[in-house]
């Protein structure tokens, strides 16, 4: 009897790293072994998983303990689990959003991040673990190829723009709703990365820019009163097919009235030429300005 | 043996068995909280040449296709330096690559390099010559051939960020794009025969720089980010010759060079933890003086385009009360065309044009109130102001009619309630108006009252009303289910012609299932419907007078699109080492245009349809703890009945293939390997 009890005190001891004494050691952050001693690596949710992320590089002197986010939570650990923690981030936990976006927001209320609190994101209680996952490694909000459908879980009209015969390639994964807007406000308008819409397009599409000796003046006032960045079901992200799209602007002198359809009489009468192909750009080839300074009178409709 | 002996060898099986399962402990400790590195590397084929399924990922070809992705990310932790490397498409037109060295909390630097392709869906079959070059000749080849429209975006990035002592950083960026390919493109002309359009090749060749510094600041109270930007657009190609008809539409003028710098400095300050401040001013100078590509009459060798923009904005927000908070918010923004006006063009004034350069100014001020007061039972409530005015210049002599002002109030209100932990929902009204200064009309040659029945889109008296509402319910713990509608309604007042009102309705209902602890399934569905209603009239007089006659009808066209779109998902683990999954998505899109009344010499145009379906599964079988074996199967299928181009012939016997059937069998197969 003697020899199993000193079997069972020699084989504990072996087992553990620091003497008992020194109450449970830490697995990945620091002071986590309150947690981590029920919380451990046999745990159906993979909380050791943060280790993998910055927020688990001890070598980093910034970055939190457990209770850094999820408070205290001494109820919770004297009652053996039987209470929650003081903060909870789950979709349903008691937590109130701004609480738990406070503890975020105590490190990452710089950068990018600084107009938060005027967002609408904020002001409608989107929580930052919303869209954000932090005990992993792979945050799908802040992959490209993924981002975009945590985006869509709300913004289920964007979802069926995308999916749209013209479209930017977002669900190729080539380019995500952050290259346009910042979830996390912005001083701009509809949250965008830059301070408007045509400062946002010109990102990728300068050649848009100008000025040009001839300019067209909705051009640059804003891309998106003729182009829906969201997708289409016209070609080239446009809100409506030529001639339509034109008419809604132009008066119906000359051919500019010309019934849309097929048929026709050819040249710029009503019809098919005015209608088919590029409709109205395929005379008015320059249709975002010309800076053709030719001394002709044709010059000024974006044709040369 | 003794019992001592015996006793002996227990101890020392035990003290083994211990030291197994301590270090078994450690490896799935150190297996759950290191971070993962992974390589694949497999083949796919596809099945059949497209223009849609690859259209952005260069899968285009039937054939193989190397497939290689990457994810290599090691930590050292005794200093917390990253070296990240990682890939995806690294076989294809499409690949991205990207290296970040960081030592976390200290400095760090990356490069990026990343290619976007896209294929036109269209194949022009044409005699174009030349189509790559700044000199194309119509009908310079004697058989026409197929053209593949294409273009290639590969841009290269480096940036470096460090931090700097207390709680300052800075950081460089500089990004260089290359684009190249050709877009559809065309000409006008006339002959004998009267005007009739070309084809042409827009031939792509630009190269887009931009690079950014800025040094930032952040405590509890303050934060602050200093930037410049600066911008830098090159046309290697600005020039477009064309020859081979009658057309005298050559040289054509392709984007010019310009380029732009912006000081910026953008902050925040925590007044108390319920009160903040944010900010922002930014300068931006932009400037186009590429060379001319034809001469100019004025003696200019280029326009001296210049812009300058100044941005501000300045907002608050304040929990006044534990139930009350405020919300306000500013902004002004002037873009000054301050481009030299000279009168390039030396004609005698017509009713649309005066000759000069029409340099385009906007001065955009945007006001926001909002107040969110905390009700009891769970309910928020939402009411918010919003302002907007926009002030104009213009030439004096115009091609539609213009408003040098427009004004748009909006007022908001939302009622939120999270009625338990299971179900949640809003309601939301919005009414905005707009109007605007008295218009500024047409006129024609001699001063008189020209043709003034449009209100342009963007300058036109608008009342809008939008009612959204949301509903989330988590029915049990392994179901979730959210609804959305939303009801819009826009009327355009004032003009007969022009956009007369419109509507937009959209519904999606989403479902998220966990069927057991192995299988979780997803589903939405989702419609849209937008209509508008546009009236004009063919062949009205310089003075705005439409004939209203069979031969020259005042027309109206209901166009309408409607849109519906299901998706369904599956992710399972049916055993430890295999993982299984497949997602179904279709969508419909319908164009609709019910005109009339029409010319007589017109067909209506018929509704489209774009169809497409795609399904994907997806297998993953774990080899071993480090090798995986992933499968994969795409079925993509495009379809339309688009008559676009299949009815349409360049006046130079150019015609367009519109693909508009398309079906394509993607198969994949990778190994995958953790390093």
Same mark, same amino acid.
């Given at each position: 009897?003697r020899?199993?009890?000193?079997?069972?005190?020699?084989?504990n001891a072996?087992a553990q790293d620091k003497?008992?004494?020194d109450g449970?050691?830490?697995?990945?952050?620091r002071?986590d072994?309150?947690?981590?001693?029920?919380h451990?690596?046999g745990?159906?949710y993979?909380?050791?998983?943060?280790g993998?992320?910055?927020?688990?590089?001890m070598?980093?002197?910034r970055?939190?303990s457990c209770?850094?986010c999820h408070g205290?939570?001494e109820?919770?650990i004297?009652?053996k689990?039987?209470?929650?923690p003081d903060?909870?981030?789950s979709?349903k936990?008691a937590t109130?959003?701004q609480v738990?976006?406070?503890?975020?927001?105590?490190c990452h209320?710089?950068?990018k991040?600084?107009h938060?609190?005027?967002s609408?994101?904020?002001t409608?209680?989107?929580?930052?673990?919303?869209?954000?996952e932090?005990?992993?490694?792979?945050d799908?909000v802040?992959a490209k190829?993924?981002?975009p459908?945590?985006c869509f879980s709300?913004?289920?009209?964007i979802r069926?723009?995308v999916?749209r015969?013209?479209h930017?390639?977002v669900?190729e994964?080539?380019?995500a709703?952050?290259d346009?807007h910042?979830?996390h406000?912005?001083?701009?308008?509809?949250?965008?990365v830059?301070?408007?819409?045509?400062?946002?397009c010109?990102?990728?599409?300068?050649?848009?820019?100008?000025?040009f000796?001839?300019?067209h003046?909705?051009?640059?006032?804003?891309?998106?009163?003729?182009h829906?960045?969201?997708?289409?079901?016209q070609?080239?992200?446009?809100k409506?097919r030529?001639?339509?799209l034109c008419?809604e602007c132009?008066e119906?002198?000359?051919?500019r009235g010309?019934t849309?359809?097929?048929?026709?009489l050819?040249?710029?009468?009503?019809g098919?030429?005015?209608?088919?192909?590029?409709?109205?750009?395929?005379?008015?080839?320059?249709i975002h300005?010309?800076?053709?300074?030719?001394?002709?009178?044709?010059?000024r409709?974006?044709?040369? | 043996?003794?019992?001592?002996s015996?006793?002996?060898?227990?101890?020392?099986?035990?003290?083994?068995?211990a030291?197994?399962?301590?270090?078994?402990e450690?490896?799935e400790?150190?297996?759950?909280?290191?971070?993962?590195a992974?390589?694949?590397?497999g083949?796919?084929y596809?099945s059949?040449?497209?223009t849609r399924?690859?259209?952005?990922t260069?899968?285009?070809?039937?054939?193989l296709?190397?497939l290689?992705?990457?994810d290599?990310?090691?930590?050292?932790e005794?200093?917390?330096?990253w070296?990240n490397?990682?890939g995806?498409n690294?076989?294809l037109e499409?690949?991205e690559l990207?290296?970040?060295?960081?030592?976390?909390?200290k400095?760090?630097y990356?490069?990026?390099?990343n290619?976007?392709?896209?294929?036109?869906? @269209?194949?022009?079959?044409t005699r174009l010559a030349?189509?790559?070059?700044?000199?194309?000749?119509?009908?310079?080849?004697?058989?026409?051939?197929?053209?593949e429209?294409?273009?290639l975006?590969?841009? /290269?990035?480096?940036?470096?960020e460090?931090?700097?002592?207390?709680?300052?950083?800075f950081?460089?960026r500089?990004?260089?794009?290359?684009k190249?390919g050709?877009?559809l493109?065309g000409?006008?002309?006339?002959?004998?025969t009267?005007s009739?359009?070309?084809f042409?090749v827009?031939p792509i060749? @630009?190269?887009?720089?931009i690079?950014?510094?800025?040094?930032?600041?952040?405590?509890?109270?303050?934060?602050?980010?200093?930037a410049?930007?600066?911008?830098?657009?090159e046309?290697h190609?600005?020039r477009?010759?064309?020859s081979g008809?009658t057309?005298t539409?050559?040289?054509?003028?392709l984007p010019p060079?310009n380029?732009s710098h912006q000081?910026?400095l953008?902050g925040?300050?925590?007044?108390?933890?319920t009160t903040?401040s944010t900010f922002?001013a930014?300068?931006t100078?932009?400037?186009?003086?590429?060379?001319?590509?034809?001469?100019?009459?004025?003696?200019?060798t280029?326009?001296?385009?210049?812009?300058?923009?100044?941005?501000l904005?300045?907002?608050?927000t304040?929990?006044?009360?534990r139930d009350?908070?405020?919300?306000?918010?500013?902004r002004y923004?002037?873009?000054?065309d301050?481009?030299?006006?000279?009168d390039?063009f030396n004609?005698t004034?017509?009713n649309t044009?005066?000759?000069?350069?029409?340099p385009?100014?906007?001065?955009?001020?945007n006001?926001?109130?909002?107040a969110?007061?905390r /009700?009891?039972?769970g309910?928020?409530a939402?009411?918010?102001?919003?302002?907007?005015?926009?002030?104009?210049?213009t030439?004096?002599?115009r091609?539609v009619?213009?408003?040098d002002?427009?004004?748009?109030t909006?007022?908001r209100a939302e009622?939120?309630?999270?009625?338990?932990?299971?179900l949640?929902g809003?309601i939301?009204?919005?009414?905005?108006?707009?109007?605007?200064s008295?218009?500024q009309?047409?006129?024609v040659v001699?001063?008189?009252?020209?043709?003034?029945l449009v209100?342009?889109?963007h300058l036109a008296d608008?009342?809008?009303?939008l009612?959204?509402?949301?509903?989330g319910?988590?029915?049990?713990e392994?179901?979730?289910?959210?609804?959305?509608?939303? /009801?819009a309604?826009?009327?355009?007042?004032g003009r007969a012609?022009g956009?007369?009102d419109?509507?937009?309705?959209?519904?999606?209902v989403?479902?998220?299932f966990?069927?057991?602890?192995?299988?979780t399934?997803t589903a939405?569905l989702?419609?849209d419907?937008?209509?508008?209603?546009?009236?004009?009239?063919?062949?009205a007089?310089?003075?705005?007078?439409?004939?209203?006659?069979a031969?020259d009808?005042?027309?109206?066209?209901k166009?309408?699109?409607?849109?519906?779109?299901?998706?369904?998902?599956?992710?399972?683990?049916p055993?430890?080492r295999l993982?299984?999954?497949?997602?179904?998505?279709?969508?419909?899109?319908?164009a609709?245009?019910d005109?009339?009344?029409l010319?007589?010499?017109?067909?209506?145009?018929?509704?489209?349809t774009f169809k497409?379906?795609?399904?994907?599964l997806y297998?993953?079988q774990?080899?071993?703890?480090?090798?995986?074996?992933?499968?994969?199967?795409?079925?993509d299928?495009f379809?339309s009945?688009?008559?676009n181009?299949?009815n349409?012939?360049?006046?130079?016997?150019?015609?367009v293939?519109?693909?508009n059937?398309?079906k394509?069998?993607?198969i994949?197969?990778q190994?995958?390997?953790?390093?």
């Amino acid at each position: 009897m003697r020899a199993l009890l000193v079997l069972l005190w020699v084989a504990n001891a072996l087992a553990q790293d620091k003497p008992a004494a020194d109450g449970p050691k830490d697995l990945v952050l620091r002071g986590d072994g309150a947690c981590t001693r029920c919380h451990n690596e046999g745990d159906n949710y993979p909380v050791l998983a943060i280790g993998k992320t910055k927020h688990g590089t001890m070598a980093d002197g910034r970055t939190p303990s457990c209770t850094s986010c999820h408070g205290a939570s001494e109820a919770h650990i004297k009652a053996k689990g039987n209470e929650k923690p003081d903060v909870l981030f789950s979709k349903k936990a008691a937590t109130p959003v701004q609480v738990r976006n406070a503890t975020c927001l105590n490190c990452h209320e710089s950068g990018k991040r600084i107009h938060w609190a005027m967002s609408v994101h904020a002001t409608r209680d989107i929580a930052c673990t919303s869209c954000h996952e932090v005990h992993t490694q792979h945050d799908r909000v802040r992959a490209k190829a993924d981002q975009p459908d945590v985006c869509f879980s709300c913004h289920t009209e964007i979802r069926m723009m995308v999916n749209r015969q013209s479209h930017h390639p977002v669900r190729e994964g080539k380019v995500a709703c952050s290259d346009c807007h910042n979830a996390h406000g912005s001083a701009g308008e509809k949250m965008l990365v830059k301070d408007s819409i045509n400062e946002t397009c010109y990102s990728c599409h300068m050649e848009k820019r100008g000025p040009f000796v001839r300019t067209h003046q909705p051009v640059q006032e804003n891309c998106a009163l003729c182009h829906n960045p969201h997708g289409s079901v016209q070609d080239n992200l446009l809100k409506a097919r030529g001639p339509f799209l034109c008419q809604e602007c132009h008066e119906p002198t000359s051919h500019r009235g010309g019934t849309a359809g097929l048929g026709g009489l050819g040249g710029t009468s009503p019809g098919a030429s005015i209608t088919l192909a590029r409709s109205c750009l395929n005379c008015h080839t320059n249709i975002h300005g010309t800076n053709n300074p030719r001394d002709v009178s044709n010059e000024r409709t974006f044709r040369r | 043996m003794s019992a001592r002996s015996a006793a002996r060898l227990g101890l020392l099986a035990l003290a083994a068995c211990a030291r197994l399962w301590a270090a078994e402990e450690d490896e799935e400790i150190r297996a759950q909280k290191t971070p993962e590195a992974t390589l694949g590397a497999g083949i796919g084929y596809v099945s059949d040449n497209n223009t849609r399924f690859g259209q952005y990922t260069g899968l285009t070809k039937q054939g193989l296709y190397p497939l290689i992705d990457l994810d290599l990310r090691k930590r050292d932790e005794a200093s917390g330096t990253w070296i990240n490397l990682q890939g995806r498409n690294l076989g294809l037109e499409s690949n991205e690559l990207r290296f970040d060295h960081e030592r976390q909390g200290k400095w760090g630097y990356f490069i990026d390099y990343n290619q976007t392709p896209r294929y036109s869906p @269209y194949t022009p079959v044409t005699r174009l010559a030349n189509p790559d070059s700044t000199s194309q000749v119509v009908n310079g080849v004697a058989v026409p051939s197929e053209l593949e429209m294409k273009t290639l975006r590969k841009a /290269l990035s480096a940036g470096f960020e460090g931090r700097l002592t207390g709680n300052w950083n800075f950081g460089v960026r500089f990004s260089s794009e290359d684009k190249d390919g050709r877009r559809l493109f065309g000409r006008s002309g006339s002959g004998a025969t009267g005007s009739f359009q070309e084809f042409l090749v827009d031939p792509i060749d @630009y190269t887009t720089r931009i690079w950014e510094a800025n040094a930032s600041y952040a405590d509890k109270k303050l934060q602050l980010v200093a930037a410049y930007t600066g911008t830098n657009f090159e046309n290697h190609k600005p020039r477009l010759d064309v020859s081979g008809t009658t057309s005298t539409f050559s040289p054509i003028a392709l984007p010019p060079d310009n380029q732009s710098h912006q000081l910026a400095l953008t902050g925040g300050y925590n007044f108390s933890s319920t009160t903040r401040s944010t900010f922002k001013a930014a300068y931006t100078y932009q400037t186009q003086d590429a060379t001319f590509i034809d001469t100019s009459t004025v003696g200019r060798t280029d326009l001296g385009g210049k812009v300058t923009t100044l941005f501000l904005q300045g907002g608050a927000t304040s929990r006044l009360t534990r139930d009350l908070t405020l919300l306000g918010n500013l902004r002004y923004e002037n873009r000054d065309d301050k481009t030299p006006v000279y009168d390039y063009f030396n004609i005698t004034t017509t009713n649309t044009a005066t000759g000069e350069n029409e340099p385009r100014s906007i001065k955009t001020t945007n006001g926001k109130l909002e107040a969110i007061y905390r /009700l009891a039972n769970g309910y928020t409530a939402t009411g918010g102001l919003d302002y907007e005015t926009k002030v104009r210049n213009t030439s004096s002599v115009r091609v539609v009619s213009f408003r040098d002002k427009t004004e748009e109030t909006t007022l908001r209100a939302e009622l939120r309630r999270l009625m338990s932990q299971t179900l949640n929902g809003s309601i939301a009204f919005l009414h905005s108006s707009r109007g605007g200064s008295d218009w500024q009309t047409t006129t024609v040659v001699g001063g008189g009252l020209g043709s003034n029945l449009v209100q342009p889109i963007h300058l036109a008296d608008r009342e809008r009303n939008l009612l959204r509402g949301k509903l989330g319910w988590a029915a049990s713990e392994r179901v979730d289910v959210n609804f959305v509608a939303d /009801l819009a309604k826009d009327e355009y007042g004032g003009r007969a012609l022009g956009l007369q009102d419109g509507k937009a309705t959209h519904f999606a209902v989403d479902a998220g299932f966990r069927a057991t602890d192995v299988w979780t399934a997803t589903a939405w569905l989702s419609t849209d419907d937008n209509k508008m209603t546009l009236n004009s009239c063919e062949a009205a007089s310089g003075t705005g007078v439409c004939p209203g006659t069979a031969a020259d009808p005042i027309w109206q066209a209901k166009l309408r699109n409607t849109g519906i779109a299901f998706g369904a998902g599956l992710r399972g683990k049916p055993r430890e080492r295999l993982e299984l999954g497949g997602d179904l998505q279709w969508m419909s899109d319908t164009a609709k245009y019910d005109q009339g009344p029409l010319d007589p010499n017109v067909q209506p145009l018929p509704d489209v349809t774009f169809k497409r379906t795609t399904f994907k599964l997806y297998a993953k079988q774990a080899v071993d703890k480090k090798m995986s074996l992933r499968a994969q199967y795409v079925f993509d299928r495009f379809q339309s009945d688009d008559w676009n181009w299949a009815n349409y012939t360049y006046g130079d016997g150019t015609v367009v293939l519109p693909n508009n059937s398309q079906k394509v069998h993607f198969i994949a197969l990778q190994l995958m390997y953790s390093l």
